[in-house]
Nanobody
Framework: QVRLVESGGGLVQPGGSLRLSCAASGSIFGIGTMGWYHQAPGKRRELVAS???????NYANSVKGRFTISRDNAKNTVYLQMDSLKPEDTAVYYCYAYIMVASRSGYTDWGQGTQVSVSS
């Protein structure tokens, strides 16, 4: 059984910063792409950023230049550094990871979500 545990959400003023973390634990053969989605009230879940096991990153246009995704493969952990936060970044942030159960098979697992609120 694999668990993804998130931390680092909270309330911050516009222009502030937060750092989210998501650690995978359990019986893990390997981890492929990891990343973050967010979902605001009444809206669909949207990709924020992703990072492959080789460190190739991808960002939503709305966060380019403000957010930085990184990972520590030794710790099975992905991070999201969020700077210059805006009220429209307010959402529940979910991490995900492609969990490999064998060399050529796996599944996508999700964290429980962490609330990020940007307000003055």
């Amino acid at each position: 059984q694999v668990r993804l545990v998130e931390s680092g959400g909270g309330l911050v003023q516009p222009g502030g910063s937060l750092r989210l973390s998501c650690a995978a634990s359990g019986s893990i053969f390997g981890i492929g792409t990891m990343g973050w989605y967010h979902q605001a009230p009444g809206k669909r879940r949207e990709l924020v950023a992703s990072i492959t096991s080789d460190g190739i990153t991808n960002y939503a246009n709305s966060v380019k230049g403000r957010f930085t995704i990184s990972r520590d493969n030794a710790k099975n952990t992905v991070y999201l550094q969020m700077d210059s936060l805006k009220p429209e970044d307010t959402a529940v942030y979910y991490c995900y990871a492609y969990i490999m159960v064998a060399s050529r098979s796996g599944y996508t697992d999700w964290g429980q979500g962490t609330q990020v609120s940007v307000s003055s």
